[in-house]
Nanobody
Framework: QVQLVESGGGLVQPGGSLRLSCAAS????????MGWYRQASGKERELVAT???????NYADFVKGRFTISRDNAKNTLDLQMNSLKPEDTAVYYC????????????????WGQGTQVTVSS
């Protein structure tokens, strides 16, 4: 099995910054795409940003210029630097990864972390 564990959430004032981290562990041969998603209370889960194993990134329009996604392939970690935070960024943030678990089996399984709460409020 594979576990994704997020950390770094918390309470921050509008305009502030937070850095989220996600560590993948378990039976991992390689990880393809990784990403951050978020779900605000009463709303559906939405994509925030994704990054391929080669480092190509994709951002939702509402975070472009404010958030930066990065990863360390050697450590199987994923980060999200969030700057200029707004109250509407308040949500539970989830880490997501496509994991290949076996060297001899070319298939990927999608995993989710348990989420970390980010609250932007004065």
């Amino acid at each position: 099995q594979v576990q994704l564990v997020e950390s770094g959430g918390g309470l921050v004032q509008p305009g502030g910054s937070l850095r989220l981290s996600c560590a993948a562990s378990g039976r991992i041969f390689s990880i393809n795409d990784m990403g951050w998603y978020r779900q605000a209370s009463g709303k559906e889960r939405e994509l925030v940003a994704t990054i391929t194993s080669g480092g190509s990134t994709n951002y939702a329009d509402f975070v472009k210029g404010r958030f930066t996604i990065s990863r360390d392939n050697a450590k199987n970690t994923l980060d999200l630097q969030m700057n200029s935070l707004k109250p509407e960024d308040t949500a539970v943030y989830y880490c997501n990864a496509d994991v290949r678990q076996h060297a001899l089996l070319y298939s990927y399984t999608n995993y989710w972390g348990q989420g970390t709460q980010v609250t932007v409020s004065s």
